[in-house]
């Protein structure tokens, strides 16, 4: 077993998705299969058990995952290649989840160095697999994947990865992919209360009370706001999934009964935005 550690306490938050879907998999009905992460798990040195009391981030890390995974392989439907960036990739493996679903899809898994190092040594690669190590903020990377791949849809993922980021900080991320690409990004955002009890009650949270420094920045009440970012109209906001909306009778009773209040209701959703759709 290897033991790991990480930088930031954000990047120590993929174990949270990768054990919570490990955990999944056990499952008779799986909401999602992902028969690849319980052997990652094996390899690591770290106490997963803590996360095993957690209830609502047990089933909001399987919805959001399904739901990326669901929008992907939609996306690749009557396309000759498309190509896949996972942003802030973690130790994902989507790409081994989707390459038989997804067989004109190429994969990218961006993240960190130290993340990028230890992905490479402990998940399995799909065929069509590479990684890209630096920061989702830089630029250089965008500029070599348009380059390589001009003519391509790019679907854009970013999986439990916004809130950790200014809003400044997202909004030139939008603002360079709009430069650069044609296609979606999807990606999970809380709203702005849920933001700040989160960054406020840190230590009260079923799993990211366990990490150090996971502190939550940027969160946004209207998705629309985003596409408003861009006054060269190259963003479109094109839907939304409300995570307590799905699957009810997997979440605990608290959180249905949640839903009856909107704020709450909506702490946490998907949304998924075009790229330069109209050209």
Known sequence: ??????????????????????????LPKPLLKDEFSGAVVDKIDYDFSKFDSSDMSRIGVI?????????????????????????GAGFDTRPLRLEHACPNAVFYDLDLPDVIKFRDELVP???????????????AWMDELVGKYPQTPFIFVLEGVSMYFEESEMKGFFLNLAKRFKGEVALDLLNIWCCKMMA???????????????????????????????????????????????????????????RFIPILKRSCTMSVYGLNLAQ
């Not at 690669?125 to 630029?139: D, V």
């Not at 150090?212 to 060269?232: C, L, S, Y």
């Open 125 to 139: 690669k799909a065929k069509q697999n590479f990684s890209l190590a630096c920061s989702m903020l830089e630029t």
């Open 200 to 258: 406020k009650n840190h230590t009260k949270h079923d799993t990211l009370k366990y990490i150090k420094d996971a502190k939550t920045k940027f969160g946004i009440d209207d998705p629309r706001d985003i596409e408003r970012w861009d006054d060269e109209g190259r963003i479109k906001y094109l839907k939304t999934g409300i995570m307590m909306d799905m699957y009810l009778n997997r979440w605990p009773f608290k959180a249905r009964l949640m």
């Open 1 to 26: 077993m290897e033991k790991i550690s990480f930088k930031d306490g954000v990047s120590e938050t993929l174990l949270i998705n990768l054990y919570i879907r490990s955990l999944e998999n056990k």
């Open 63 to 87: 919805i959001r995952a399904k739901y990326f995974d669901d929008e992907i392989i939609e996306f690749a439907k009557n396309k000759e290649r498309i190509v896949v960036v996972q942003v």
